[in-house]
């Protein structure tokens, strides 16, 4: 069973607004705000059942501060959350839930994007990089 819950805050504004994340092709952008955030927690039956994840994603308004591209552009994160009713369980329990594995819905919005990009659609966002990034716990 699916719980969908924005109970919990993933992506803290407090915490996040202001950074600057750079990327391997030179850009640097600073997050100005959250658009959107929504997580999908998952019990851990569920997630063994269907080969899914539980995940939150946010979807920021940034600002470049170096590179080439749009003096503005959005940047969707989206990171592994543990399992329904584990998230105050040490780092070591966590960990072992985390896998490296693209979920399917993510990997098909990417491949979408880029189908869309290569026919040359116009109203279709400019996927402009896609860099996977380990958590520290």
């Known amino acids: 069973?699916?719980?969908?819950?924005?109970d919990i805050t993933w992506f803290d504004e407090d915490d996040l607004l202001g950074t600057e994340m750079s990327f391997p092709s030179g850009s640097a952008w600073r997050l100005e705000s959250k658009i959107y955030e929504h997580s999908y927690y998952e019990e851990q039956s569920e997630c063994e059942a269907l080969g899914i994840h539980s995940e939150a994603r946010g979807v920021f308004s940034c600002s470049k501060v170096s590179?080439?591209?749009p003096p503005t552009a959005v940047i969707k994160i989206r990171q592994q959350i543990p399992w329904w009713e584990t998230a105050t369980k040490t780092p070591?329990?966590?960990?072992?839930?985390?896998s490296s594995e693209i979920?399917?819905?993510?990997s098909s919005e990417i491949e979408a994007l880029s189908h869309l990009m290569k026919a040359g659609c116009s109203s279709t966002p400019f996927l402009a990089v896609l860099e996977e990034r380990p958590t520290d716990n």
Do not use: L, N, V, Y
């Open 67 to 69: 590179g080439s591209g």
């Open 1 to 6: 069973m699916a719980i969908e819950s924005d």
């Open 103 to 106: 979920p399917r819905a993510f």
């Open 92 to 98: 070591q329990i966590r960990a072992k839930q985390a």
